[in-house]
Each structure stands twice: as structure tokens, then as C-alpha cells.
């Protein structure tokens, strides 16, 4: 049998270690020449195969995509790019099953959350009603942590370290001034409908930082929340606040909405911080600093969990195995066999269980005041956050990343208007 090519692209926003997942499809691909001839990815994700924008990875060397592993964000560039759904636009399917056939493409690995899960599986249906059947493999990435049946989502568990730390290393800062000076320090972090990562802020409680978090899935109540802080505050001199951005009132309207949307059509967020600040300011009187993680929390790569880069190489390398075992309209998941000592093997799900599907925090992870963490959610999370994996320094103290080539492979096909 002829060796076909294989198709890979990221997808959304980035993460600490989505690069990682690259890293682990294209050596692995390589181990295979006899089955896999070329890895092309999309340039800038989905959009580079809709315009055959593609890259060829084989151009890239050994030890570039080796560096991969510890280089942060998109090393192929992605995109914030929903495909409507079938009944829609068809077109933008079957200009895909196109692009596949033009240039031998019989594996698609896309690397993303829910919507690329989505994009995903009916790539695979399409394609074998279109007579080029496509072996499409999911591989999960997203800081949101909100992908069903996995344990965990590569990209969490450095995003989760990195608020945790960040939010120990401030509320340190404002206990050593709170006596004349600051009592408050909020941290906003991502997160729109499930509460996996300002969870993760709550760790620090285990180290005597007074700290009160707001969850997505808990309706946010002004009056028990200025209340919850004031007891805080007059306990400890001091207290620290992680507030997800999709922390809202009880009529859903989002405490950081700005009234305008992102491509996929959800509500932009960006601005709970302030808000709760200054409610806290006018309401107690507290003086208060107060910092957006945004895009630090997901591209800090100098402090990436050493668990969540090990997961991320495992699922990108099982996504091409499980495709050379015939797989199709999987998804590779972590599965947890025990927390201590933490040990996890690989499995999978079908794409139909997966996509449009949102895994929100257990209601048993969080405490029954709403403003906390149970022991069985830090349970789950410390595992996730164990370990370093520093990458490489240059002589001038710079963390060494890598910048891909990005060679294009040749168009074959007329131009695409998205």
C-alpha cells in the first residue's frame, strides 16, 4: 500500500505545551515512512488547509521539531475559525475532503478543544460519503480544561501551576505591605463556563493565604462575597481573590462582558478584576491591586507542569498510533488510575461522545459556601501541577524556543474565498 500524507493543525487558543502534541505526531510519524510519507501542517490551523496553505513539516529538522517540546503557543500558527455546521456550508467540508485528496492526505490530526472535536467528526463522516475516507484523530488541548471523558486536557495543568504560583508569590506580596498599605490582591483568570483554573488558585490556601475564589458554575451573590472577604480580611490582615472571567450574576449576564463577540460567537470577556475591586473599594474600603493573567497564564512555558508536557507528547503520539491501528473519529484521553502516586495510562473516546460536549468542575470539588476548594478537588489537581520541565537557557539568559520554517508545500488546487 502506498504511504499517504498526514494533516495536522491547531487549533484556538494556544497553550504552554500544544507544541508539545506536535512534537509527539510528527516523530512519530516519522518512525513510520512505510505508512506515513509527510506531515503537512495548516498554517495558521484550519484556515491553512481552506486556502492550501500548507507547511511541510519534513523541511523542519529533527532537532527543531525535537524543541518543539518545550517551545510555548502555536509553532504552526492557529486560528480562531468555526466551521458551520454541514447544512450551512457544506462548501468548506467538501473544499477540505478536496485539499485531502489533491495532495494524498488520508490522516487528519487536529489538535484543539470542543470545537475542532466538532470539526473533527464530521470531517470524518463527509469524507467517506465523499469516496476519500479520511482517518480523523482528535487531540485534546485546551486550558479550559472542559473536554468530557478525559481525565484532563494538556495545557491545564501548566496554566493551573502557573496560577497557583502567581497567586501564592502576590499574596505574599500583599501580606508583607498589608499592615500599612494594600489588603486586597484579585487575579482574573480564564475560564468562561467551567472553573478548572481559578480552582487551581485556591491551592494556596495550603499555605495560609486567606483566599476566596468565584466560580463559573456558582452565581455570583455581591452580598455573601463582600461579606465572605470582610471576615477574610479582619481575620488576616489581608485577602486574595481568583475570579474567573465567566463569573456572572444570577440572570447570566457575565461580570467582565464588554458587549461584543469573538469569530466563534461567543460574548468577549476581560474586566472582572477591576470590577471586583472596586466593588470591594466602595463597599469596604479596602485598598486593593489587582492583575489580568490572560495571555501569560497559557504561554508561560518557563513554568509548565512536567506532568502536563509528558500527557501532551503521549496523546500527539497516540493519535497517530491509534490511526495506524485503523482508528478513525477518536479522541486519545488521559485516564487516571490513581492520584497518589499519581499514574495514568492513554485510552480513547468516540467523537460523538466528545464534541459540543463541556465538562464543567464537580459541584463536590467545590466547597458548600461557593467561595472554595474541597480537599477532593486539590486531590485531583496537585497531581496535574507536579513536576518542571524548564526549557533550555541561552548564555544570555533567554529561554532557547524555536521558530519553525514554515516551508509551503505547492498549491495544487484554484483559490478558496472564506
Same mark, same amino acid.
Given at each position: 500500500m502506498t504511504a499517504k500524507n498526514a494533516f495536522y493543525a491547531q487549533s484556538g487558543g494556544v497553550t504552554a505545551v500544544i507544541n508539545a502534541s506536535a512534537c509527539g505526531v510528527i516523530e512519530t510519524a516519522r518512525q513510520h515512512p512505510d505508512k506515513i510519507a509527510n506531515v503537512y501542517a495548516g498554517r495558521n490551523g484550519?484556515?491553512?488547509? @481552506?486556502?492550501?496553505? @500548507?507547511?511541510?513539516? $519534513?523541511?523542519? $529538522?529533527?532537532?527543531?521539531?525535537?524543541? @518543539?517540546?518545550?517551545?510555548?503557543?502555536?509553532g504552526f500558527g492557529s486560528c480562531r475559525f468555526k466551521l458551520k455546521s454541514l447544512e450551512d456550508n457544506k462548501r468548506e467540508y467538501e473544499r477540505l475532503i478536496e485539499i485531502f485528496k489533491a495532495h494524498n492526505i488520508g490522516y487528519f490530526f487536529y489538535n484543539g478543544g470542543g470545537d475542532s472535536a466538532d470539526t473533527c467528526y464530521k470531517v470524518s463522516q463527509l469524507s467517506e460519503k465523499m469516496g476519500f475516507p479520511v482517518q480523523a484523530i482528535h487531540v485534546p488541548k485546551t486550558v479550559d480544561n472542559d473536554l468530557p471523558i478525559t481525565d484532563n486536557c494538556p495545557g491545564f495543568g501548566s496554566v493551573a501551576k502557573y496560577i497557583a504560583v502567581s497567586t501564592l508569590e502576590a499574596s505574599f506580596d500583599v501580606r508583607s505591605m498589608a499592615a500599612t498599605s494594600t489588603k486586597i490582591f484579585v487575579i482574573e483568570v480564564m475560564g468562561r463556563h467551567a472553573g478548572w483554573i481559578a480552582a487551581a488558585g485556591g491551592l494556596v490556601e495550603d499555605n495560609g493565604i486567606p483566599v476566596v475564589i468565584l466560580f463559573p458554575e456558582v452565581e455570583f451573590d455581591q452580598e455573601k462575597f463582600l461579606a465572605k472577604v470582610d471576615t477574610k480580611v479582619k481575620e488576616h490582615g489581608y485577602c486574595s481573590i481568583v475570579v474567573s472571567e465567566g463569573c456572572h450574576w444570577p440572570d447570566g449576564k457575565f461580570l467582565a462582558e464588554q458587549g461584543?463577540?469573538?469569530?466563534?460567537?461567543?460574548?468577549? @470577556?476581560g474586566g472582572a478584576a477591576p470590577v471586583v475591586a472596586n466593588m470591594i473599594k466602595y463597599a469596604l474600603g479596602y485598598k486593593f491591586h489587582w492583575a489580568v493573567a490572560d495571555y501569560l497564564q497559557r504561554a508561560a512555558r518557563h513554568l509548565a507542569s512536567? $506532568?502536563?508536557?509528558?500527557?501532551?507528547?503521549?496523546?500527539?503520539?497516540?493519535?497517530?498510533?491509534?490511526?495506524?491501528?485503523?482508528?478513525?473519529s477518536i479522541m486519545p484521553t488521559v485516564v487516571r488510575e490513581s $492520584?497518589?502516586?499519581?499514574?495514568?495510562?492513554?485510552?480513547?473516546?468516540?467523537l460523538s461522545e466528545v464534541a459540543n460536549?463541556?465538562?464543567?468542575?464537580?459541584m463536590e470539588f467545590i466547597t458548600d459556601d461557593g467561595f472554595g476548594i474541597t480537599a477532593a478537588c486539590k486531590e485531583y489537581l496537585y497531581p496535574l501541577i507536579k513536576g518542571e520541565a524548564y526549557p533550555p537557557y541561552t548564555e544570555n539568559g533567554m529561554p532557547d524556543y524555536v521558530t519553525m520554517k514554515g516551508v509551503a508545500v505547492p498549491r495544487k488546487l484554484d483559490s478558496f474565498e472564506l
Amino acid at each position: 500500500m502506498t504511504a499517504k500524507n498526514a494533516f495536522y493543525a491547531q487549533s484556538g487558543g494556544v497553550t504552554a505545551v500544544i507544541n508539545a502534541s506536535a512534537c509527539g505526531v510528527i516523530e512519530t510519524a516519522r518512525q513510520h515512512p512505510d505508512k506515513i510519507a509527510n506531515v503537512y501542517a495548516g498554517r495558521n490551523g484550519i484556515i491553512g488547509a @481552506l486556502t492550501e496553505d @500548507l507547511i511541510d513539516t $519534513s523541511a523542519e $529538522s529533527a532537532e527543531d521539531i525535537a524543541a @518543539l517540546k518545550h517551545t510555548p503557543s502555536g509553532g504552526f500558527g492557529s486560528c480562531r475559525f468555526k466551521l458551520k455546521s454541514l447544512e450551512d456550508n457544506k462548501r468548506e467540508y467538501e473544499r477540505l475532503i478536496e485539499i485531502f485528496k489533491a495532495h494524498n492526505i488520508g490522516y487528519f490530526f487536529y489538535n484543539g478543544g470542543g470545537d475542532s472535536a466538532d470539526t473533527c467528526y464530521k470531517v470524518s463522516q463527509l469524507s467517506e460519503k465523499m469516496g476519500f475516507p479520511v482517518q480523523a484523530i482528535h487531540v485534546p488541548k485546551t486550558v479550559d480544561n472542559d473536554l468530557p471523558i478525559t481525565d484532563n486536557c494538556p495545557g491545564f495543568g501548566s496554566v493551573a501551576k502557573y496560577i497557583a504560583v502567581s497567586t501564592l508569590e502576590a499574596s505574599f506580596d500583599v501580606r508583607s505591605m498589608a499592615a500599612t498599605s494594600t489588603k486586597i490582591f484579585v487575579i482574573e483568570v480564564m475560564g468562561r463556563h467551567a472553573g478548572w483554573i481559578a480552582a487551581a488558585g485556591g491551592l494556596v490556601e495550603d499555605n495560609g493565604i486567606p483566599v476566596v475564589i468565584l466560580f463559573p458554575e456558582v452565581e455570583f451573590d455581591q452580598e455573601k462575597f463582600l461579606a465572605k472577604v470582610d471576615t477574610k480580611v479582619k481575620e488576616h490582615g489581608y485577602c486574595s481573590i481568583v475570579v474567573s472571567e465567566g463569573c456572572h450574576w444570577p440572570d447570566g449576564k457575565f461580570l467582565a462582558e464588554q458587549g461584543t463577540r469573538d469569530a466563534f460567537g461567543h460574548a468577549q @470577556l476581560g474586566g472582572a478584576a477591576p470590577v471586583v475591586a472596586n466593588m470591594i473599594k466602595y463597599a469596604l474600603g479596602y485598598k486593593f491591586h489587582w492583575a489580568v493573567a490572560d495571555y501569560l497564564q497559557r504561554a508561560a512555558r518557563h513554568l509548565a507542569s512536567a $506532568s502536563d508536557v509528558e500527557q501532551a507528547y503521549a496523546l500527539g503520539k497516540a493519535a497517530v498510533e491509534k490511526a495506524l491501528e485503523g482508528k478513525n473519529s477518536i479522541m486519545p484521553t488521559v485516564v487516571r488510575e490513581s $492520584s497518589s502516586p499519581y499514574k495514568w495510562s492513554i485510552g480513547e473516546a468516540p467523537l460523538s461522545e466528545v464534541a459540543n460536549v463541556e465538562k464543567m468542575m464537580p459541584m463536590e470539588f467545590i466547597t458548600d459556601d461557593g467561595f472554595g476548594i474541597t480537599a477532593a478537588c486539590k486531590e485531583y489537581l496537585y497531581p496535574l501541577i507536579k513536576g518542571e520541565a524548564y526549557p533550555p537557557y541561552t548564555e544570555n539568559g533567554m529561554p532557547d524556543y524555536v521558530t519553525m520554517k514554515g516551508v509551503a508545500v505547492p498549491r495544487k488546487l484554484d483559490s478558496f474565498e472564506l
